[in-house]
């Protein structure tokens, strides 16, 4: 596994939201399994762990699915926290923005059908590919992906993860680079918004009932006013 890119600049500036000013910290390989059980808690009730691992759904299989996407951002991206590890974001890079099944296998996928039986793994598999094919339509051009942000449950509303979020798109408007993200709770999608992002197509997905995905891009510059 590669090691966290050393972060920018503008990454380690202060950020300042409602009630939070975060110095965001840069994650390593050693901070997977903690950030695994965040990402666990943060998502155990809610899209899409809800649509992939269907009730009665074991701590252990979601706990091992937010591992094997924390494994592959760090290989293929960077990770950041908050100081107090109540929120993480994780980016890929422009040039591995773009999900490969090497790079899911390479960080622990392969072992899915022994974890989850043929069905679960049916579903993630036509979950990837169908959040994959919107990706690309909608972010054809070189861009970083925010591949999941998570935050802690006491801690959701009050402003961490868009504290977390704005000094790496500070950054991206240093780089004249666009953003991208996709997200399945439309609670999200004003939240996002605030952030510079826009809706660029939403759809519900095959095979998942009442699931939908939006496909939101951010331009260099672009704020929630533009």
Known sequence: M????????AVATAAL???????PAPLKLCDV????NLLTDAF???????????????????TFFMACN???ALHYGEGYATTEKDAIALWLTPQHAS???????????FAA???????????LISFALQIEAMHQRVAPMPHYYLFIAGVAPGQQGKGANAALLRPMLARMDNENM???LETQSADNVALYEQLGFRVMENKPLKGFADFQNWGMLRLPNQGAND
């Open 178 to 180: 666009p953003a991208y």
């Open 99 to 109: 999900l490969t099944w090497w790079g899911m296998c390479r960080t622990g996928m």
């Open 17 to 23: 939201s409602t009630n939070y000013l975060v110095i």
């Open 33 to 36: 399994d903690g950030s695994a």
């Open 70 to 72: 924390c494994r592959y």
């Open 2 to 9: 590669n090691a966290l890119h050393n972060p920018d600049s």
């Open 113 to 123: 059908p022994l974890r989850y039986g043929v069905r679960t793994t049916l579903r």
């Open 44 to 62: 155990f009730d809610s899209p899409p762990v809800t649509a992939l691992f269907p009730a009665p759904r074991l701590r252990q299989q979601v």
